[in-house]
């Protein structure tokens, strides 16, 4: 059979999630698929992180915006080619296309109330264009894949769709996420001490970076440690404008923002913090638990939607509404040296339930019987 897998954006220098999800995908496919052949869909970037082999060809296709590429370009490249079956992987796909479709639907976020603080641009645009293009899709879809149990219960109740339709298969998280050394200091190049707090934020609303920080100042005023928090993807301006609206600018030279962490850099920073703070108040998986986990840091999640799932019930849950529940578990943590590394061993005990050779076999399954 021949598979088409739009991975439109995995040329980009400054990969996210859904970017890591698809490349790793494909890189497990050509490994253990030897029958079909596939036709891997990107736009032109600077970084060619995929190659074609003799069953997998890499198809750039130049378009001057994302709907555009996957409304017109992409369906247009895919008959071109001939494909059977086109997965698209981004919670979209073309609207107007005779190939049989399976698409991934990492969530629903755009279905669920938009928090008007969101200033973002390109995160509104984006928004509305799945609540555009997602319902007019569903019906044409094959398959649905999504990402945890919570989202696939989610998507069934919120959609109406029949139960054979939606598949879950979970994430994995790469190898090279493990206890290292930094002895080539890279670390350095983004936070000076030898121990830290960190924490993946953004603008988006759900990433709940404001309570975080909140969260952070409180520890701040009962530690005796006073650990530094790392930052990345928050802009400095972005968190000063966090500490002036709250009235704690004072612990402003606490924190250090180091923008976008390249991904072969996130072990050393995972391995050398503290704690990793991932207090989301959403997520349909939440790849960054498992890298935390893997590296040997102690992870602090949230119990909301998948974050239980995937990181364990046993695992330093917090309420991430509750600014108080978080500090007082970094405290915990800070205290009680016991519960850290009970926290470490579970971790690395739970993603042993996790890789991206299982993601492949199960997505090869799907892409084999689709129309069951």
């Known amino acids: 059979m021949k598979i088409g897998i739009e991975a439109q954006r995995i040329f980009r220098s400054n990969k996210h999630g859904m970017d890591y999800v698809v490349l790793e995908e494909i890189k497990q496919l050509q490994e253990i698929d030897k029958h079909n052949e596939y036709f891997v869909f990107v736009k032109p970037g600077p970084d060619h992180c995929l190659q074609s082999t003799f069953n997998c ?83 044409k879809c094959k398959k649905i894949i999504t990402v945890s149990n919570f989202e696939r219960e989610n998507i069934l109740n919120k959609l109406g769709l029949p ?51 909140l969260a952070y100042a409180k520890y701040l005023k009962e530690s005796t440690v006073g650990r530094r928090l790392l930052v990345a993807d928050l802009k400095r301006n972005e968190i000063d404008d966090i500490l002036q609206r709250n009235g704690i600018s004072a612990i402003a030279d606490k924190i250090v923002a180091s923008g976008y962490i390249k991904n072969k850099d996130l072990p050393y920073i995972y391995s050398k913090a503290f704690a990793f703070l991932y207090t989301s108040l959403r997520e349909s998986f939440g790849i960054p638990l498992l890298e935390g986990m893997a590296c040997g840091t102690a992870v602090i999640t949230s119990d909301t939607s998948s974050m239980p799932e995937i990181a364990g019930r046993d695992a330093a849950l917090v309420n991430p509404e509750d600014v108080d529940n978080m500090a007082d578990m970094m405290l915990r943590l800070e205290r009680d040296e016991g519960f850290r590394k009970e926290t470490v061993e579970k971790g690395l005990r739970r993603v042993g339930m996790f890789s991206w050779k299982n993601t492949a076999e199960q997505l090869l399954d799907v892409y084999t019987h689709y129309e069951n």
Not at 198 to 208: A, M, V, Y
């Open 57 to 139: 060809h890499v198809m750039e296709v130049d378009c001057p915006s994302y709907p555009l590429w996957e409304q017109y370009a992409l369906p247009r490249a895919a008959k071109r080619c001939g494909v059977e079956l086109l997965h698209c992987t981004s919670n979209t796909a073309p609207m107007f296309c005779d190939i049989p479709l399976v698409l991934t639907l990492h969530d629903i976020i755009f279905l669920e109330p938009r928090d008007k603080q969101n200033k973002s641009l390109y995160q509104n645009l984006g928004w509305l264009y799945r609540r555009l293009v997602v319902p007019r899709i569903l019906d």
């Open 163 to 213: 139960d054979s339709k939606v598949v879950m298969i979970y994430n994995g998280y790469n190898d090279w996420f493990k206890p290292v050394e930094d002895k080539g200091g890279v670390v350095d190049k983004y936070i000076a001490d030898k121990d830290y707090f960190f924490f993946l934020g953004n603008t988006d609303p759900k990433k709940n970076s404001e309570r975080t920080i």
